[in-house]
Every structure is written in C-alpha cells, then in structure tokens.
C-alpha cells in the first residue's frame, strides 16, 4: 500500500472531504514499468505511450461514517 493512503487514515476529517489528484505522464510511467503480480513487467517503447492516467481519491467523513473512494482514468 503506498505511503500517502496509509497518511489518509490518519487523518482527522469530521464533516469534511479531501480530494486530491495525481497526474502521471505516459512517458514517466514508461520509465517507471509496470507491476504485475508476477513482477515488473518490460517497459513498453515510448513511441507506444502517449496520454496521461489521472487518479482522483476522496475521503469524507460525517460522524462515525467514513467513506473512502478511488477513480482512475487515463487519456491517451
């Protein structure tokens, strides 16, 4: 789990909401490779990668209720 989901837990948000966004270019998520259950995987040929992928991620809380929610897209 990464480091900025665990921080969300630890948050302390009565009767508001937190959402954040992060951007990842295609070309840094090419460097990066991708990860497979078996592994990393080869990175794909920049000429192959164009876009963005967005996640958005937002967390409310109203009394003891809290909900927590996750949106990936991506734009090529």
Known sequence: MPSWVSSLFLLAL??????????????????????????????????????????NVAMSAVGAEVTLSFSISNRL
């Not at 990175?43 to 990668?49: A, C, F, G």
């Open 14 to 55: 009565p009767e508001r909401v937190l959402l954040s966004r992060w951007e990842l270019s295609g070309a840094e998520a090419a460097a990066e490779g991708a990860q497979w259950p078996g592994g990393r995987a080869a990175p794909l040929p920049l000429s192959r990668v164009s876009g963005w992928t967005t996640v």
